[in-house]
């Protein structure tokens, strides 16, 4: 019995060993980080531990998990609602005129638009991600740290200028990256990453929008940005990494079930060391044996793994080497569906451009709001409350709503709430009127972020995700976002606020209709090719069952022939026996005919001897 026990100990000890080793082996294949002491995977694992696995009762992640896209977003979204709402401010302090603000606002997002595919094209290319990001984080906090010693508009304009460059990249980035670390197993939950980038903005917007009110001056966002850049870029330079969560969590069981296995093998070991000292000894060999047969496959399997992942490294370059940024680009807008919801941006990204960089000026203006800084960060507050919902709750509007849906509620929710500023500044309402309304800028862009997100990251090629995600923000934040400052920069300085929103309305308006009339042409071209291909399909079954028939006539006249000859060649066989039966029968009639003629022959002879011995005697 000892003995027997020592054998199964011994075998459950080389199976851990086995586990271990091939976890060992994926932990190395799935590593993620350049850093040293991977704090990366320790943060992961951290929230994954402290939230019982990190998974609910269906399998899903926990609120927790993943950390790195949360904080990211965070922090990105800081910088963003520390320079945002105050940038027209501040070039409204140094002297700039409206119309001449719209034509500065022009440019940044211009150029985010044409850098922001540029920078995310050669980190996709590359495979530099992290580096890319790393230098536009430095950039982009070295941009706004020289505003405090600017009081010029054209060197504060080649600076804002600058910094386009460097944010372009920045957003893509992050969610090419936060999908990657989803994985298609989580994808759906990209909308409760994004959300903390709502938070964040919200934070940073009233705080910036307080310390502003207090010191007077707007020179306090330039100190702010730089600190949350610095902090961007330590975690960035710690944490950034694109492992797929489903492979920590599959890590962390695996580590789990081998620690639990280890547990258990350790307690009877140290119950079974006293009475099986001797026979422990004598099995040490054996182990020896077995821990050599363990190492030798251990370098095998992970030679093995070493190569493949060579190879399917050097197939991945030599893809994204086949495709060139322009033609990545082309490849992703001759897509009907991306066509469209790049188009929906522009509108959407127009209209929300004139709400996002006059607003402020319209509320600090003693002419129509006449109200402080503190409103307008308190504003954003309130723009981000229903984007934080909407984006938490992004996977259920999704599936129950649908995308179609909720491009339409976007349209209808601009529409309502630009319709609503005119009318407010038609009537002289106090400021703070303005506060429900904003609501609805979460909604607006909330929805048509996460469902054009979605589409995007659905419908990009292998190796054109970074692309994609980019050409999206570009468009967004890019173009139509200085189609927006420009026009409205011009409607403002010539006909006032009131007929700037109302031409919005109009502009939106007419923007649903197009969409709409889009989905129904591509609903219907796709219906009929559905159609078509099921026509073609019931084809091919007629065609294919009209050949089994055929095959099954043709396999049955030969069937019918095979028997017909068949049955001759019977007949034949049957005559050539009959006949010989009968000729063998003939031949023993007159073998049998010959033998009583043979014998009547005898009996004649009988007869005439007798009569001669008779006739003797006489």
């Not at 586990?19 to 990366?40: A, V």
Request: charged residues 20%; negative net charge.
């Amino acid at each position: 019995m000892g003995n027997n026990n020592n054998n199964n100990n011994n075998n459950n000890s080389l199976n851990d060993e086995n586990d271990d080793i091939n976890n060992f082996g994926d932990d190395n294949n799935n590593r993620f980080s350049i850093s040293k002491y991977n704090l990366d995977e320790k943060l992961e694992n951290f929230f994954i531990k402290i939230t019982n696995g990190g998974r609910d009762v269906y399998g899903r992640p926990m609120f927790f998990t993943p950390m790195v896209p949360k904080v990211l977003y965070f922090l990105l979204f800081y910088l963003f609602g520390t320079q945002r709402p105050f940038v027209p401010i501040y070039f409204r302090d140094i002297g700039v005129k409206p119309r001449i603000l719209g034509i500065i606002l022009l440019f940044p997002p211009l150029i985010s638009f044409i850098f922001s595919p540029i920078w995310s094209g050669i980190a996709d290319s590359k495979n530099a991600h992290k580096l890319v990001f790393l230098l536009m984080t430095f950039g982009t906090g070295f941009c706004f740290f020289l505003l405090n010693f600017v009081s010029s508009h054209i060197v504060a304009t080649v600076v804002v200028l600058a910094n386009a460059i460097f944010w372009a990249p920045i957003i893509p980035l992050a969610d090419s990256t936060c999908y990657k670390i989803l994985g298609s197993q989580f994808k759906e939950l990209y909308g409760k990453q994004r959300m903390y980038g709502s938070i964040g903005f919200c934070v940073s917007a009233i705080l910036t929008g307080t310390l502003i009110n207090y010191y007077g001056t707007v020179n306090v966002a330039w100190i702010n940005y730089p600190i949350g850049s610095t902090i961007l870029f330590i975690f960035t330079l710690l944490f950034f990494n694109t492992k797929q969560i489903s492979n920590q969590f599959n890590n962390l069981d695996q580590q789990l079930n081998n620690s639990s296995s280890s547990n258990k093998s350790e307690q009877q070991e140290e119950e079974e060391e006293e009475v099986d000292e001797k026979d422990n000894y004598n099995n040490n060999n054996d182990e020896k044996v077995k821990d050599n047969i363990i190492i030798t496959n251990y370098e095998e399997n992970q030679q093995e793994e070493e190569s493949n992942n060579n190879n399917n490294l050097i197939e991945k370059e030599k893809e994204k080497k086949k495709i060139s940024f322009l033609k990545g680009v082309l490849i992703l807008i001759s897509n009907p569906k991306i066509a469209i919801i790049l188009f929906n941006c522009i509108i959407i990204a127009t209209g929300m451009s004139v709400c996002n960089n006059y607003l402020a000026l319209i509320i600090t203006d003693d002419r129509y709001f006449n109200s402080s800084t503190s409103l307008v960060g308190f504003a954003s507050i309130l723009n981000v409350t229903f984007e934080i919902v909407f984006f938490y709750f992004g996977k259920q509007l999704l599936m129950k709503i649908g995308i179609f849906k909720l491009i339409i509620l976007s349209h209808c929710a601009l529409i309502t709430r630009v319709v609503a500023y005119s009318i407010l500044l038609r009537l002289k309402a106090n400021g703070w009127c303005i506060v429900p309304i904003e609501l609805l800028h979460g909604i607006v862009f909330a929805s048509c972020w996460n469902s054009g997100s979605s589409i995007i990251n659905a419908n990009s090629p292998p190796g054109l995700e970074a692309t994609g995600q980019s050409l999206f923000f570009g468009v967004y934040m890019g173009f139509g976002t200085s189609l927006g400052a420009l026009l409205g920069g011009v409607l403002f300085d010539a006909y006032g606020p009131i007929i700037m929103f109302e031409f919005v309305a109009a502009v939106v308006s007419f923007g649903l209709l197009i969409f709409l009339i889009a989905e129904f042409l591509l609903y219907s071209k796709e219906a009929l090719k559905n159609k078509n291909l099921k026509q073609k399909e019931i084809e091919l079954e007629e065609q294919q069952q009209q050949q089994q028939q055929q095959q099954q006539n043709d396999s049955n006249n030969k069937i019918i022939s095979i028997k017909s000859t068949s049955e001759d060649i019977k007949e034949e066989e049957l005559n050539l026996q009959f006949n010989q039966l009968l000729k063998d029968e003939l031949q023993k009639n007159k073998e049998l005919i010959e033998d009583e003629a043979q014998y009547n022959n005898l009996t004649v002879n009988n007869v005439n001897d007798e009569i001669i011995h008779s006739s003797t005697l006489l």
